[in-house]
């Protein structure tokens, strides 16, 4: 117990300061950008800020909104990668136009939302992973405004930005990882459903999964993620508490995984050993290896966008919200 407390001591300084100087339910003081029309009747707000932090940037999503009317929708957040230090919300990796990608699900009947968080040069764990769980509570408290259905959210996240996803679906209700000081836990920043991308699950054993050792620098976007300036400077347990494994019990989300079998980036072996603990859990959770595929799902050996397999990763994304998350057909427009 002492261990313990001491460890989420350790994290809660090390993400500060991150408190909301805002209230919950006020009006933001930054307008989103103007609205992008897409095919099925499907609007994009951009830039949508859903925290204030105080000493930061505003926080800010893309919503992708299905037409209006009909029952609540199931919710999807994405979340992108970038080894935590670089990208934004409307990269998907080797697609070549990820926003249409996520309005095409808008289109489909969800509400889904992309989110921008904090890098690493601006909060260390568990800041990111909070930021992100303060976007899902944005969402549930305006589910009248946008029609969402806040028993059916979904996160989704790609490389580095499936730790974040995967931590959220294991480790939601856990101290160490709950929104930051001054935020309510209400609503939950829990969600019903994960799918992981090629993400980073294992950070204790990442640098072994890939034949490295911890001197051979394959570490350093975790290490500064981590708040530590190499791995052996780290504290105790504190690269394990990143890991969704370490929270992993038989009430966790069903799972979908997807990893390319010749990622030398992030090792298959951690979708493995995620699919494993949930399975081994009880937790339903779904497999699915691509052959001779890289990281991001791009062409091996000359990289680049892989369409082929990136349409088929987006086939199985879909028949496994159809199973988990089924919407009502748009009404014709």
């Known amino acids: 117990m002492l261990y313990r407390t001491a460890l989420a001591a350790c994290l809660i300084a090390l993400s500060a300061p991150a408190v909301a100087q805002d209230k919950d339910d006020a009006p933001s003081r930054y307008l989103p950008t103007a609205a992008v029309e897409y095919p099925g009747g499907v609007r994009s707000l951009r830039d949508v800020a859903f925290a204030e932090l ?15 009317g009909g029952a609540p929708r199931p919710v999807i957040v994405f979340v992108h990668g970038g080894a935590w230090v670089h990208r934004t919300a409307r990269d998907g990796g080797t697609f070549r136009d990820f926003p ?15 989110v ?5 040069g601006e909060a260390r764990f568990p ?14 408290r305006r589910a009248s405004t946008y029609n969402i259905d806040p028993a059916r959210v979904v996160a989704w996240g790609s490389s580095a930005g499936s730790q974040i996803a995967t931590l959220i679906g294991t480790g939601c209700d856990d101290p160490k990882i709950a929104p930051p000081a001054g935020k ?3 609503p939950s920043p829990c969600v019903q459903g994960v799918i992981d991308w090629y993400g980073i699950i294992d ?17 350093a976007s975790e290490d500064k993620y981590l708040g530590c300036v190499i791995r052996r400077t780290c504290p105790p347990g504190l690269a394990r508490s990143a890991s969704p494994l370490a929270y ?8 979908l995984i997807q990893h390319g079998t010749a990622d030398d980036t992030v090792s298959p072996k951690q979708a493995q050993r995620l699919h494993d603990a949930l399975r081994a859990a ?37 028949a496994w919200l159809d199973r988990y998350f089924p919407v009502a057909k748009p009404a014709a427009r």
């Open 54 to 68: 105080s000493g930061f940037r505003p926080l800010t999503l893309d919503l992708y909104l299905p037409p209006d």
């Open 100 to 114: 249409a990608v996520l309005a095409s699900y808008a289109a489909r009947g969800y509400v889904v939302a992309s």
């Open 116 to 120: 921008n968080y904090r890098f690493s």
């Open 127 to 140: 800041g990111p992973v909070q930021d992100v769980e303060m976007a899902i509570q944005w969402l549930r």
């Open 184 to 186: 309510s836990l209400q």
């Open 203 to 219: 950070l204790e054993g990442h640098a072994a999964d890939l034949g490295k050792d911890d001197a051979s620098g394959i570490n």
């Open 248 to 255: 992993i019990d038989p009430h966790d989300p069903p799972f």
């Open 282 to 318: 009880g937790v339903p959770s779904e497999l699915v290896l691509y052959p001779n595929v890289s990281h991001g799902f791009a062409k091996v050996p000359e990289g680049g966008p892989d369409d082929a397999i990136n349409h088929q990763a987006l086939d199985k994304v879909t």
